[in-house]
């Protein structure tokens, strides 16, 4: 199976997906660290994908993606961004919408709290 046939794969069958250097429970950088975080602090499912396990995967989604960096964040199928575009979208309440939109359960407290913290 080659590299973009895994990533559409992943993203087609899962409703969130973050590609990411590490796992949720040990991120292996800081960006990775802050968006699993985010995930994980507001109750989101989602599967981690460690690119640092394969060198073709971590070529190839920046391939899929034609995005440069990682980690990547994926929601029902459509790229969302990296972690300043989440962070910003955390911070501004789109993310939530997203969310809302498409049916992804999380936590608005947990949300709400995010943005409590940072203004």
């Not at 660290?33 to 396990?53: C, K, P, T, W, Y």
């Not at 073709?56 to 990547?72: A, F, H, N, V």
């Not at 997203?98 to 409590?116: H, N, P, T, W, Y």
């Amino acid at each position: 199976m080659t590299a973009e046939t895994q990533i559409k794969e992943t993203v087609t069958n899962n409703d969130v997906v973050l590609f990411m250097k590490g796992t949720k429970s040990m991120p292996q950088c800081g960006f990775s660290s802050r968006v699993a975080g985010v995930l994980n602090f507001m109750g989101v499912d989602f599967a981690d994908i460690n690119v640092l396990a394969d060198e073709e995967l971590r070529q190839g989604i920046k391939d899929y993606s034609d995005w440069p960096t990682i980690p990547q964040l994926y929601v029902k199928g459509e790229f969302v961004g990296g972690c300043d575009i989440v962070t910003e979208m955390t911070l501004s309440g789109e993310l939530d919408e997203l969310f809302q939109k498409e049916g992804v359960s999380f936590d608005k407290a947990a949300a709400d709290k995010i943005r409590e913290a940072n203004t």
